[in-house]
């Protein structure tokens, strides 16, 4: 026994059962304790002595030396003050039993085995694996019957959740739908607020984005939300939603919206734009955001231009002639059950048809994929099981296979792909969130045009069409002073096209950016125009030196223009601000709104639009604490992921009357549509 047991010691002036254990290790320090029977050292005052005594787990480490005695006088101490404070927040009607609890704890104890116990009594080992295997079934129970994802194990949230029941024991009852809806979801929502305070030093250091975007219900017709969200190097986190009728999407209100959230929720003096599609009510929301807050820019978003520069590129006559000859042959594929076996057969189970987030990116992975299967298809159709197949006697059989064996349709599917290629590439850097676009999107677009050049080679009939495209959709869009300002602040660009620093549209760019961002500060303006941007580009000082210049020779995935400008450019200190601010921005508003899709998948989540704009903050804010979730894979695809929803839009041909038909069943009248989608890391 230790010799401290037989001295008094020093404790409080109390009653509590805790101090016939423990006693003070310092006078000056009340929360210091020391355990009577074994000698341990803890903080955490008399109550931890209780637990620790009691062998209540969680907190502290069980008393080697304390009796069956003292654990159940410990633990009803312990259960008493837990009794207490829930009579006190209101609670009196869950409060457990004392002694049953105390009961239960003891109950656990009971199966402590000490070197001569395990001979005696306990819980044998095939009891514990049995025990094991009925908790995991029944987990497993409710994830097949409740519909939730299997990954959902894989959370550390679950982790946790079953980590603290574990520790609590048995007793444990669920909370209540009004629980769920009303007191849990608000304190849950006040602790992601706490967690992103931590993102608000990156807006006041970096600038941020305002990202507005609407999602409606589009099956069932019932809700539309706008959204805003707001954009920093440190990521993107949900900030609020609000529902919304046709009727009253004005510009106005738009304004309104963004201009209160800004004020209330980020600070405007934090903004450096916003970004919205350029649909004619956001345009008329960004001229009243011009006229009161003349220092902020608005933006269109790039991945909405882009995919509308994209969906107009393939409507082009060299381009769609042989998208709709791909159409045919996969639609007379797909509607007959045995052509479509036979085609699985020949390409080992990997489909044709794959489906994307777009009608574009189902068309344009659909081409890719063609190329890839061009000798399985080959093959398929001069094979012996091709002129057995009864389907090979129709006349769309016959179609299909003067197409598949036409050189000039595998030249014509090649050409289109190389020709979109270039700018699903810049799509895919837009959506990728691997670094921050702003800084490459317009210096990526004039890349794309040269590739295009060269892949129609040099020949203007191919190119010219498709480039004016392009110069149509990034007019007033993709274009502005913000854009341009990016492109010649990005050091990449800068220092490796001659042509840039003689650009008189850059010029006039950057001139109009530097008015806006410093805007009434005309020193500043001075500062940065006729002094500062002059060491930028002559490559005085800093800019100068060879790891300046080695550091920006490349555009790898890791380079980041900001951080390039934080390590050289500290002698331009106001030019610095502004392209440290800029080149940090994102150019894309759209996010991914599974969240809200989930919501509304089950009529069981009668939310209101308070609880719904609640529930969406916790979900969509809690990838940000989880960088397994909020770092992209490495060779992401951001067109693949779509649903069978755009994949139908593959299979729609003109009838003769001119009317759209979905071809859905063969001629012989049975389904044929048994999708099997090949993995995305199959393609691309």
């Known amino acids: 026994m230790d010799t401290s047991s037989n001295s008094p010691g020093l404790k409080r ?33 008399v109550y931890r002595i209780k637990e620790h005594i009691a062998h209540r787990k969680g907190n502290v480490t069980p008393c080697p030396r304390s009796t069956k005695e003292d654990q159940s006088k410990c633990m009803k101490a312990v259960m008493e003050s837990i009794n207490k404070k829930k009579k006190k927040k209101g609670e009196a009607g869950d409060v457990v039993d004392a002694d049953l609890e105390a ?51 894989e ?22 739908q009004c629980e769920l809806r ?18 608000e030093g990156e807006w006041e250091e970096n600038g941020c984005s305002i990202l507005m975007e609407t999602w409606s219900d589009t099956k069932k017709k019932k809700k539309k939300m706008m959204s805003l969200c707001v954009n920093s190097r440190g990521g993107t986190c949900y900030l609020s939603s609000k529902e919304t009728l046709k009727e009253s999407e004005t510009g106005e209100f738009i304004f309104e919206y963004v201009d209160k959230c800004m004020v209330d929720v980020v600070g405007a003096e934090k903004v450096v734009q916003v970004i919205t599609d350029s649909a004619e009510n956001n345009l008329a929301a960004a001229k009243m955001l011009k006229e009161k807050r003349p220092g902020i820019f608005w933006s269109c978003c790039a991945a909405h231009t882009l995919n509308l520069m994209l969906e107009d590129i393939v409507k082009l006559p060299k381009i769609s002639e042989y998208i709709d000859k791909a159409k045919a042959l996969t639609m007379f594929i797909y509607a007959h059950e045995e052509t479509l076996d036979m085609m699985r057969d020949y390409t080992k189970e990997r489909d044709v048809v794959r489906p994307g987030v777009t009608r574009f990116a189902t ?5 890719q994929s063609l190329l890839e299967k061009e000798q399985h298809l080959k093959s398929m159709f001069v094979s012996s099981d091709w002129s057995r197949c009864k389907d090979s006697k129709y006349l769309k059989g016959r179609s299909s296979y003067y197409t598949c064996l036409s050189p000039a349709f595998w030249n014509g599917i090649s050409r289109a792909v190389k020709l979109l290629e270039p700018l699903v590439k810049v799509l895919r850097m837009v959506e990728g969130e691997k670094k921050a676009s702003m800084g490459f999107i317009y210096g990526e677009i004039v890349e794309a045009k040269r590739s295009i050049k060269a892949a129609a080679n040099d020949l203007e009939r191919y190119y010219k069409p498709i480039f004016e495209i ?24 800068f220092y490796n096209e001659p042509t840039v620093k003689l650009d008189e549209k850059l010029m006039n760019g950057f001139l109009s950016c530097v008015e806006t961002f410093y805007h009434g500060e005309f020193e500043k303006q001075d500062q940065v125009v006729n002094h500062e941007f002059r060491d930028y580009r002559d490559k005085l000082k800093l800019f100068g030196i060879p790891l300046a210049l080695r550091g920006c020779e490349k555009n790898k995935d890791e380079f980041n223009p900001g951080n390039w400008w934080s390590l050289y450019g500290s002698h331009v200190p106001n030019l610095a601000m502004l392209a440290r601010k800029i080149l940090s921005l994102a150019s894309n ?92 890391d199959e393609l691309l």
């Open 470 to 493: 392009i110069d149509e959709k990034v007019k007033g869009r993709l274009d502005s002073p913000l854009h341009l300002t990016a492109y010649l602040l990005n050091p990449f660009y």
């Open 363 to 367: 068309t344009f992975l659909t081409l």
């Open 103 to 153: 009961n239960l704890e003891s109950s656990k104890l009971s199966t402590f085995q000490g070197p001569v116990d395990k001979f005696v009594t306990g819980v044998t080992e095939q009891e514990e694996t049995n025990s094991m295997h009925v908790v995991q079934q029944t987990c497993a129970r409710w994830l097949y019957r409740s519909g939730v994802p299997f990954d959902a194990v």
């Open 182 to 199: 009303e007191t849990l979801l608000k304190e849950e929502e006040e602790a992601v607020k706490e967690k992103l305070k931590s993102l």
């Open 589 to 680: 508003c759209q996010r991914n709104w599974s969240v809200f899709e989930e919501i509304h998948k089950s009529e069981r989540n009668t939310l209101d639009a308070d609880q719904m704009n609640s529930l969406v903050f916790v979900q969509f804010n809690s990838k940000l604490f989880n960088e397994q979730k909020r770092i992209k894979e490495e060779n992401l695809d951001v067109l693949v992921g779509g649903d069978e929803e755009n994949v139908e839009e593959w299979f729609v041909e003109l009838d003769q009357d001119g009317e759209e038909e979905v071809i859905d069943e063969d001629e012989d009248g049975d389904s044929a549509f048994h999708f099997v989608f090949e993995s995305d």
């Open 13 to 45: 002036n109390s009653n509590d059962v805790g101090w016939e254990y423990g006693s003070l290790c310092d006078p000056k320090n009340p929360d210091r304790l020391k355990c009577k029977l074994c000698g341990k050292e803890m903080g955490g005052g």
């Open 155 to 176: 959370s550390d949230s679950f982790r946790s959740f079953c980590e603290a029941l574990g520790r609590l024991g048995p007793g444990w009852v669920p909370p209540s």
